[in-house]
């Protein structure tokens, strides 16, 4: 089973500011097969980015995907109000599914 | 637009079956992959499995024991039944359609379902 580890666990930023969201695999990920989501609370994850780097349908430009191998970054070039969420990561690989345990994103 | 409604027991007793179903709407059942992922405080976001329109299937290894996954493609539903519930087993279920890339582009609001006696 491929492992995601997020970090930071949780990071305290302003509107305005940049954000840097890693997420770390076990073992190599085919950068076909990793996505990224958004979940604010009571509500289900939203998918931000599939393929490692590609924004799924009307997700803004300022949500972007890199990485490839074992370490990937989802960054959020000036982040607004409504982005103050939980970010996690996603890999399929070997015939199954895996989740990071997520990012909090705070309001300083 | 596709939409995704989870619908199924909120309470389920500790031994018990729990089953939920997944109605499709805005889009037919007869493509793509459909999944199962619960949340639970403890545990994250956990895949259980998935199901094509062909009713093939393919099921986390730390369930497939106790999990059974559905097609219905005449009602545009799949279902989930997981076996031998335990308190372990409470979590937001959440039923989802797997895009090409093997994302998650579109979710269920999701169900609360608690295992308790």
């Known amino acids: 089973e491929v492992v995601l580890t997020q970090s930071p666990g949780t990071v305290s930023l302003s509107p305005g500011e940049r954000a840097t969201l890693s997420c770390r695999a076990s073992?190599?990920?085919?950068?076909?097969?990793l996505s990224w989501y958004q979940q604010k609370p009571g509500q289900a994850p939203r998918l931000l980015i599939h393929?490692?780097?590609s924004r799924a349908t009307g997700i803004p430009d300022r949500f972007s995907g890199s990485g490839s191998g074992t370490d990937f970054t989802l960054t959020i070039s000036r982040l607004e109000p409504e982005d103050f969420a939980v970010y996690y990561c996603?890999?399929?690989?070997?015939?199954?599914?895996?989740f990071g345990q997520g990012t909090k994103l705070d309001i300083k | 637009q596709m939409q995704l409604q989870e619908s199924g027991p909120g309470l389920v007793r500790p031994s018990e079956t729990l089953s939920l179903t997944c109605t499709v709407s805005?889009?037919?059942?007869?493509?793509?992959?459909w999944s199962w992922i619960r949340q639970s405080p403890g545990e994250g976001l956990e895949w259980i499995g998935y199901?094509?329109?062909?009713?093939?299937?393919n099921y986390n290894p730390s369930l497939k024991s106790r999990v059974t996954i559905s097609i219905d493609t005449s009602k545009n539903q799949f279902s989930l039944k997981l076996r031998s519930v335990t308190a372990a087993d409470t979590a937001v279920y959440y039923c989802?359609?797997?895009?090409?890339?093997?994302?998650?582009?579109?979710w269920g609001q999701g169900t609360i379902v608690t295992v308790s006696s």
């Open positions: 805005g889009g037919s059942i007869s493509s793509y992959f």
């Open positions: 199901i094509y329109h062909t009713g093939n299937t």
């Open positions: 073992q190599s990920v085919n950068t076909k097969y």
């Open positions: 996603q890999q399929y690989g070997s015939s199954r599914y895996t």
């Open positions: 989802a359609k797997v895009m090409l890339g093997d994302a998650f582009d579109i």
């Open positions: 393929g490692a780097s």
